[in-house]
């Protein structure tokens, strides 16, 4: 069988269905990167029934559907297609008529898996069937990927058994061996429940019968509870008829109480409503006359107020006529004044003018001043930098030379502790102890690891034991687990014969049973089991007894006779045992047949005119020689008589009652014995496993003790270690201290003679500068004295300066104070004029207006005389009106007490009504459970005392 082609649809990166060829035994896929090499071989491996996201480089099994890209949406399903070629017909079983075989996966998003067989859906475990044992499989050795190899070369030799047994094609039979155990393991254990669930039922037969009994007990009282229930209901409803019918003839009395109310409130609303038409009469007739006198009083109160502001009015001109007088003199005088300070500040401007043109002249004389006494500092100032200059290079080079000095002083000093400190540690370093402590652990090493050999060889032996009683355990349970299937299988072929030798017996019959059981003789054995016979004329006795092999063996037929009239249906046979046992007798026939059946009773009622032959032939011979009332049965069961024969094969369902009856006791006997040997075999695996568990233990504690030493030396070998690293790394120091001193013995003469140098070089750069002082001090004083002169005239400068700006800041200010004066002077000119108009208006206004006053306080008196005529009319109407409302008050108490009375008849009404109500639900629920008893309402009714 060879793979021929493979169809991609949606897996990983093959979004678009794709077929890949298998042309030949050997195919290679080359490409860049990610283009689908290795999905190839996961889509194998995947319709193969890979299982594991993790095996197929993914996180989940629904990775391994095409999820998007930036071009293509994502797909729902994937799907891969093997296509086989099964011309050889290598494959076996039911496909090897199939030239070509095809396997399919599909699963979508939503988690389905399903696969198919050449298009047919199938089960995941049909796929690894028929691979199993052709090296072909998800994880087999067929497939090979990176990793493989090492893993195979680093297996365990379990893991690697799995491949060799794969590789020689027996794993197949492998699994097919485990599922049989499996269902054989499962088979007995459902043996084991249907065991335990037959006696738990038995066990619960008899509580069931007593429940049964007391279930029909339970009917009874329940019946007569039902009874008693509607008797008791039939009185309730009776006295609820009554009290409905009591509580109707209440309602109908409040309810004509009612009605009566209703009437008297009527009339009452019907006087109000009289009354409510006399008041509205009155209150239209107050509300006219109210009109009239508000009227009167709105014309009282403008007059009133007309001649208050005209009296306002005048005050107020004349208050005002004073004012403007008082503001016109105010602002004549304070033009005067501004005029005169006009004429001031002009004499000052001109002044403050000619101060100015002075102060200008001499700023500019001491600016220049200032000027030259700064061109001579700059001149000054360029002739120190370039001597500093000069100067400031030798300086710079022997301050170089003083510090490289000080910085060889101080690296020759620090050279010198540096060494010293190396001698003295030199002279200190010493290995101290570490040689001692070197030997003590080294010997201490030595000693654990003999121990260590001592452990492990005790380890071995131990672990060889407990091989050995692991085998032993196993081979006791293997025998265990064959005793006990044998046990089962015996306990099953009992179990099959007893059923068929009830039916065989009868005791099947129910009708026959429950009167054996009533008459006690359920227990009583039957015939067949109380008799033996010679092997191999079971036949032939059970022939010649027939149905006599079911009869009931009872001591007496006396005892039981007169309980026969009580079985009134099936077919019963008894047998006496209190007859005494004959011997058989030699007949003239013959061998009789009693000489071959064994038992403690007398067969010869039975038997006794039987005679056995071996063969057919012999019987017949015999024939003749037998009495009319005498038979022969050959070893056959082919029974004879002089003048008839009877055979029977198969049809009679007695045929093998004795032989069964042999068998239930032998294998009586065979499931004794075999039980125990199962006990036996129990407590030799538990001793074994008690045996086991203490080697166990016993192992557990060496290896803790092997791990103890083993902490021990490994402690110990650390120890060693870290001490030879100590001892390395003294003789080191001791090496790295001698060749370091000898170094800085190098470096310090190198320092000293460069030391020597530099001294020099600083002694000949100071006698170089020894000329520069004299030159310094007098550039100097040059500076001193052009400094005091630059002062001089930038102080002069300075304060012509002040005296220039101050005295243009004061001719600013007056320059300013004689603007803002014009302006206000032409302000109170054109106040004063408006001062003017305004008083000439106001003599005017008080001048023209005459004396309106007396006109509209004459007017006035008329108006206060009509309001007292329509105040009287006003009184009179609201007395009346009183009145009225005096009655409707009284009217509407009435009312209202009538209104409450009739409230309360309602209430009361409504309380009997829900009362009636009340007591018909009752009725109609007691109406309902009186139902539910099934009995008649009359006929109880009836029946029940007065």
């Not at 930036?70 to 994937?78: D, I, S």
């Not at 059970?542 to 001591?555: K, R």
């Not at 206000?824 to 001062?835: A, V």
């Not at 009362?915 to 139902?931: D, K, L, N, W, Y």
Request: proline share 1%; hydrophobic share 35%.
């Amino acid at each position: 069988m060879r793979l021929k082609k493979i169809k991609l649809a949606g897996f990983k990166s093959f979004v678009d269905p794709t077929t890949i060829p298998m042309p030949s035994n050997m195919v290679g896929i080359v490409g860049p990167n990610g283009c689908g090499k290795s999905n190839t071989i996961d889509a194998v491996r995947w319709v193969m029934g890979e299982s594991s996201a993790k095996n197929l480089r993914g996180d989940s099994m629904s990775d391994v559907i095409f999820n998007g890209s930036t071009v293509r949406k994502p797909v729902g399903q994937a799907s891969v297609e093997l296509m086989f070629d099964n011309i050889d017909g290598r494959l076996g079983g039911e496909y090897a008529q199939y030239n070509e075989i095809s396997i399919k996966r599909q699963v979508t998003r939503d988690g389905q898996s399903n696969y198919y067989l050449n298009g047919t859906k199938c089960r995941r475990r049909d796929i690894t069937d028929i691979f199993l044992g052709t090296g072909l499989g998800p994880r087999s050795y067929a497939i090979i990927e990176q990793g493989t190899i090492s893993r195979l070369i680093e297996a365990k030799p379990e893991e690697l058994r799995v491949f060799i047994e794969e590789a020689a094609g027996i794993s197949k039979y492998k699994e097919r061996r485990r599922e049989t155990e499996n269902r054989i393991k499962h088979t007995r254990e459902n043996l084991d429940r249907i065991d335990d669930l037959r006696e738990e039922l038995e066990k619960r037969l008899a509580t069931l019968q007593r429940q049964a009994k007391t279930a029909e007990k339970y009917k009874g009282y329940k019946e007569e509870e039902r009874k008693l229930k509607a008797e008791l209901l039939a009185l309730k409803f009776a006295n609820l008829d009554a009290t409905v019918k009591e509580r109707d003839k209440q309602i109908q009395a409040q309810e004509i109480a009612l009605e009566g109310q209703v009437a008297e409130q009527r009339g009452l609303e019907s006087a109000i409503e009289s009354q409510r038409e006399q008041q509205v009469e009155s209150n239209e007739r107050f509300n006219e006359v109210q009109g009239r006198y508000y009227a009167i009083g709105s014309e009282i109160a403008r007059l009133e107020q007309t001649i208050q502001h005209i009296r306002d009015t005048r005050q107020q001109q004349e208050r005002e006529l004073r004012e403007v007088e008082q503001a016109w003199r105010e602002a004549t005088e304070h033009l005067g004044n501004d005029r005169e300070a006009i004429e001031d500040l002009k004499m000052s401007l001109e002044g403050l003018e000619e101060e100015s043109l002075v102060a200008r002249d001499k700023e500019g004389e001491s600016a220049a001043l200032l000027s030259s006494a700064e061109e001579a500092m700059h001149a000054w100032q360029q002739q120190w930098d370039e001597f500093n200059q000069t100067s400031s290079e030798q300086i710079r080079r022997a301050e170089v030379e003083k510090t490289r000095i000080q910085h060889q002083e101080q690296s020759l000093g620090q050279l010198n502790q540096r060494m010293q400190r190396m001698e003295d540690e030199l002279g200190l370093l010493s290995p101290g102890s570490l040689e001692s402590e070197l030997e003590e652990l080294s010997l201490g090493r030595d000693q654990l690891e003999e121990q260590l050999g001592q452990l492990h060889h005790e380890a071995e032996q131990q672990a060889e034991q407990i091989r050995h009683e692991r085998e032993h355990t196993q081979a006791l349970g293997s025998e265990l687990d064959a005793e006990r299937g044998r046990l089962q299988s015996m306990q099953g072929r009992r179990a099959s014969l007893e059923a068929l030798q009830q039916q065989a017996l009868g005791k099947d019959n129910h009708k026959i049973n429950e009167w054996l059981k009533a008459k006690g003789l359920d227990t009583a054995a039957r015939l067949a089991q109380n008799i033996g016979v010679e092997s191999g004329w079971e036949k032939a006795v059970e022939t010649a007894l027939g149905l006599h092999l079911e009869s009931v063996c009872v001591e007496g037929m006396a005892a039981v006779a007169d309980a026969l009239k009580d079985l009134d249906k099936g077919t019963l046979s008894l047998f006496d045992t209190n007859m005494g046992a004959a011997e058989a007798e030699t007949g003239s026939a013959g061998t009789p047949l009693l000489s071959k059946v064994e038992s403690n009773y007398s067969m010869n009622s039975l038997l006794g005119s039987v005679y056995a032959a071996e063969t057919l032939e012999q019987a017949l011979a015999l024939r003749s020689r037998i009495k009319p009332s005498e038979s022969i049965v050959t070893r056959d069961g082919v029974w004879l008589g002089r003048d008839w024969l009877r055979l029977s094969r198969g049809v009679d369902e007695k045929a093998g009652v004795l032989r069964r009856e042999q068998e239930l006791k032998s294998l009586e006997t065979e499931i004794s014995e075999t039980a125990g040997r199962v006990e036996e075999l129990q407590a030799g695996l538990q001793q074994s496993r008690s045996r086991q568990q203490a080697l166990e233990r016993g192992r557990e504690e060496l290896q803790a003790t092997l791990r103890q030493v083993t902490q021990s030396k490994a402690g110990i070998e650390s120890q060693l270690s870290a001490r030879r690293e100590r001892m390395q790394q003294f003789h080191n120091r001791k090496q790295r201290l001698a060749s370091d001193i000898e170094d800085l013995r190098q470096q310090r003469q190198g320092m000293e003679e460069s030391l020597a140098e530099a001294r020099a070089r600083l002694d000949e750069i100071l006698a170089r500068t020894e000329n520069f002082e004299q030159t310094r001090h007098q550039l100097q004083q040059r500076r001193d004295e052009l400094r005091q002169r630059l002062d001089r005239h930038r102080q002069q400068a300075r304060e012509d300066r002040e005296r220039a700006h101050e005295i243009a800041l004061k001719l600013q200010s007056v320059r300013a104070q004689l603007d803002v004066t014009r302006q206000r002077l032409e302000r109170m000119q054109s106040q004063l004029n408006h001062l003017e108009r305004r008083r000439e208006e106001l003599q005017a206004q008080l001048q023209g207006e005459g004396d309106p006053l007396a006109e509209m306080s004459l007017e006035l008196e008329q108006k206060l005389a009509t309001r007292l005529g329509v105040e009287e009319e006003l009184q009179q109407a609201r007395r009346a009106m009183e009145e009225v409302d005096h009655t409707m008050r009284e009217l509407a108490d009435e009312r209202n007490q009538a209104e409450q009375r009739s409230q309360e008849i309602r209430s009361k009404l409504e309380k009997l009504r829900m009362a009636s109500q009340e007591f018909r639900v009752r009725s109609q629920t007691v109406q309902e459970q009186f139902a539910e008893t099934g009995f008649v309402m009359e006929e109880v009714s009836q029946s029940l005392p007065e």
